[in-house]
């Protein structure tokens, strides 16, 4: 059973930082890709950052130079530092995974966690 949890979110205040957590757990032979959506009222579900399994990153022009996704390997663990947080930046963050289960390649989702920037 495979299961993507995220943490680290709350909270914070214009201009703050917090950092995300995406513990993936299972049978997991190998995560390919792990990336960070978000999703505000009234708008779609949007990439904020993905990362693969070598370290190559892509970001959302709005992320860029405020955010940074890595992972730890070991720890089947993605993150997403996020600094200088605009009220713009409020949504639920959640964590995506292409991994290798059972033989083959699928895509999961966690429940989220809710970020909220304001004064």
């Known amino acids: 059973q495979v299961q993507l949890v995220e943490s680290g979110g709350g909270l914070v205040q214009p201009g703050g930082s917090l950092r995300l957590s995406c513990a993936a757990s299972?049978?997991?032979?190998?995560?390919?890709?792990m990336g960070w959506y978000r999703q505000a009222p009234g708008k779609q579900r949007e990439l904020v950052a993905i990362?693969?399994?070598?370290?190559?990153?892509n970001y959302a022009d709005s992320a860029k130079g405020r955010f940074t996704i890595s992972r730890d390997n070991a720890k089947n663990t993605a993150y997403l530092q996020m600094n200088s947080l605009k009220p713009e930046d409020t949504a639920v963050y959640y964590c995506?995974?292409?991994?290798?289960?059972?033989?083959?390649?699928?895509?999961?989702w966690g429940q989220g966690t809710q970020v909220t920037v304001s004064s």
């Open positions: 990362i693969d399994a070598g370290g190559s990153t």
């Open positions: 995506n995974a292409d991994l290798i289960h059972a033989r083959k390649r699928d895509n999961y």
């Open positions: 299972g049978s997991i032979f190998s995560i390919i890709v």
